[in-house]
């Protein structure tokens, strides 16, 4: 692969934080915010975190409310649903550390805003 091809990360996930008012559905009111900390420090413990390896970074709406809380790796493009911190310890390992995608938490495809 040629340096301009490859990635400068391995895994790249997007948690989106988006809160919004007024009892509208939105990532922040299902746990997000806990589920991002928890994944960036499961990511450092194991040692995957930085260049070559494994960032985890803030996002706002992703547009894909009706299934959150949602969250997308690339350069795969692969979009998760979660329910706990079990379920982001699984993507954790599985995909960002062994890149086996964790089919069960897959969004459908068909989930939208
Ligand atoms: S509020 Fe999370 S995808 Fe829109």
Redesign the pocket.
């Known amino acids: 692969m040629s340096e301009a091809a490859a990635p400068y990360y391995r895994h790249h996930i997007f948690f989106?934080l988006?809160q919004?008012d007024g009892g509208q559905?939105?990532?922040?009111a299902h746990g997000?915010e806990q589920a991002f900390a928890h994944c960036k420090a499961r990511v450092k413990a194991l040692g995957l975190a930085g260049p070559g390896g494994v960032r985890v970074n803030r996002a706002g709406?992703?547009?894909?409310?009706a299934g959150?809380?949602?969250a997308v790796v690339y350069p795969q493009g692969v979009w998760y649903t979660y329910v706990d911190l079990a379920d982001i310890d699984e993507i954790v390992t599985s995909h960002l550390r062994d890149g086996v995608v964790v089919e069960r938490l897959r969004l459908p495809p068909d989930v939208g805003?």
């Open positions: 989106c988006n919004r559905a939105c990532c922040a997000a709406c992703l547009d894909r409310c959150g809380p949602v805003r």
